[in-house]
């Protein structure tokens, strides 16, 4: 599983109790931990008073994940596509990222950035060099092919194919450009082409599925997470990606 730094999920000030229970919960349900999915940042427009906080909070997450027994920490670098960013808010991004794999070092802990549309991760190129300007070879990538729907030039084999090795974490969601709260097989994004790209790379990570779709009327959670679960094992079945499958 892939918990999220958010209030209902994890937030930086939970109490060491809270998260050595979450830890003692998944090992009984025999789960393991992939990510902390924080949302720290953005480090481009943060000064020194903020960056300290970033810091502060990306330590606790460090110490969270030494006992959930995690590596990998997302997070944020900057809001706002690439091209639209001032040469400073790319410096500071570098930066801050540059500080944030070091301390993340001091636990043995790994960034991972997302890509994601409207962020400075939202294209190939601009992620690549982004992590060149931090300068840490402990900075890497969380691959979200929902996140560019509206570009598939950004998620099929010549994106994956770029990033190479540094892709250490996938998320799996459909979505749609008039609607991203979508289930797996009703969205636009071509999983094909994912599989595809992922399994000429070598790819042995671990595929998080991640939805946007809210239990409601007309589903409940469990409804939900088995049709994801059972759309994407099928989608992954019929794929290069097959001998993954468990």
């Not at 929902?146 to 994106?159: F, I, K, L, R």
């Not at 790209?197 to 599925?209: M, R, S, T």
């Amino acid at each position: 599983v892939e918990i999220f730094g958010l209030p209902e999920h994890l937030p930086p000030d939970a109490p060491p109790e809270e998260v050595v229970r979450i830890a003692l919960l998944l090992r009984d349900l025999g789960l393991s931990v992939s990510c902390l999915a924080t949302y720290i940042g953005p480090y481009a427009d943060a000064d020194d008073a903020a960056m300290e906080v970033f810091l502060a909070d990306l330590r606790r997450y460090c110490m969270f994940a030494d006992l959930l027994g995690c590596r990998l920490i997302r997070q944020l670098p900057a809001l706002g596509s690439p091209d639209q960013l001032s040469d400073e808010q790319w410096a500071r991004a570098a930066r801050g990222l540059a500080r944030a794999a070091d301390l993340a070092a001091e636990y043995d802990k790994r960034i991972v950035l997302e890509t994601h549309d409207g962020q400075i991760t939202e294209k190939p190129w601009a992620t690549l060099r982004l992590i060149e300007m931090a300068g840490r070879d402990t900075i890497g990538v969380t691959f979200d092919p929902g996140n560019h729907v509206a570009h598939p030039e950004d998620y099929g084999p010549e994106a994956v194919a770029a990033y190479g090795g540094l892709i250490w974490n996938v998320h799996v969601k459909d979505t749609a450009r008039a609607n991203r709260a979508c289930l797996f097989g009703d969205g636009e994004v071509d999983y094909a082409k994912v599989w595809e790209g992922l399994a000429a790379a070598g790819y042995d990570g671990p595929l998080g599925i991640e939805t946007l779709v809210q239990p409601g009327a007309g589903m409940s959670v469990d409804e939900i997470i088995a049709h994801e679960a059972a759309a994407i094992r099928a989608s992954v079945a019929a794929s290069p990606l097959a001998d993954r499958l468990v």
